[in-house]
């Protein structure tokens, strides 16, 4: 509410973060927005079974949301879907719990509100979607999106020279206090020396070279987990609980198209 009694309005594209329970039958829901950054909003009404919008505001969901300005907190008013991506992602676990370590780390990397991250956002919006579709293994995605907002965020490691002295590769030892592989000179106590093929893995992760992603193996993909979730959490001072729920037992073709043919 303005000063002069007229109510600001504003629209914009969203991700749902998070929904927490007010009262009997209203929720705040944490928003990363395209143009507004992360926003906390009370939808009124949502928990109701007769409420227009609430399943539109689960986490996951991609809506264009329209708000007015609060004094403290904003008020939803209007809800579109854009991508409905939180029925896909929830019926299976390993989708949901790589979804939820994405998700608060968003939340994470995004700390002030109401200042504009359009790129965090546009990563966000982008791993949700690929998720949601299975475009690629869940746990490949996940490391994805965690590398890539991290690099956006300042943190961005290097695959392909020496992290502190910038020596040409490639390099065996990987320490995450340096931010990546480190020369023979420059690898400080406690660096681990990863496969060649790991450290191909998340070169191709953080660029996005998804053909290398998908054509390596079940061991190379567990140690580049172990060395991104080291990674993050390092870099964001506190531990990312979804994190440890993370499913990531190897999933066959077949067993993917069983969980696809459940859900129709």
């Not at 009404?45 to 609430?54: A, E, I, L, M, P």
């Not at 998720?131 to 490691?157: F, K």
């Not at 990546?180 to 496969?195: I, Q, S």
Request: glycine share 8%; proline share 4%; with cysteine.
């Amino acid at each position: 509410m303005a000063d002069n009694g007229v109510v600001v309005l504003y629209r914009d594209e969203a991700v749902v973060l998070r929904a927490q329970k007010l009262g009997e039958a209203d929720r705040i829901i944490t928003l990363l927005t395209r143009e507004h950054g992360k926003v906390r909003a009370v939808a009124k009404g949502v928990r109701r079974t007769s409420s227009r919008f609430g399943a539109r505001l689960e986490p996951f969901m991609f809506v264009e949301i329209q708000l007015h300005e609060g004094r403290s907190l904003d008020i939803v008013t209007q809800v579109e879907t854009i991508g409905a991506y939180a029925r896909s992602i929830c019926e299976d676990y390993g989708f949901y719990t790589a979804g939820a370590a994405m998700l608060e780390t968003a939340d994470r990397l995004v700390e002030a509100e109401k200042e504009p991250s359009v790129q965090q956002f546009w990563l966000l919006a982008g791993a949700v979607r690929a998720l949601a579709e299975g475009a690629h293994a869940p746990g490949l995605v996940l490391d994805s999106y965690l590398l890539r907002a991290l690099a956006v965020a300042g943190w961005s490691p290097t695959f392909t020279s020496c992290a502190r002295c910038g020596e040409p590769g490639p390099h065996r030892a990987f320490s995450v206090a340096q931010g990546g592989t480190v020369c023979a000179r420059c690898r400080p106590p406690g660096a681990t020396a990863p496969a060649p093929e790991t450290i191909t893995l998340l070169a191709a992760l953080l660029s996005g070279e998804w053909s290398v992603a998908d054509a390596s193996d079940e061991r190379c993909r567990r140690e580049a987990n172990g060395l991104v979730a080291a990674y993050s959490q390092y870099h964001l001072e506190r531990t990312l609980r979804s994190l440890r729920m993370v499913d990531r037992a190897p999933r066959t073709v077949d067993e993917r198209n069983v969980a696809d043919g459940s859900r129709s």
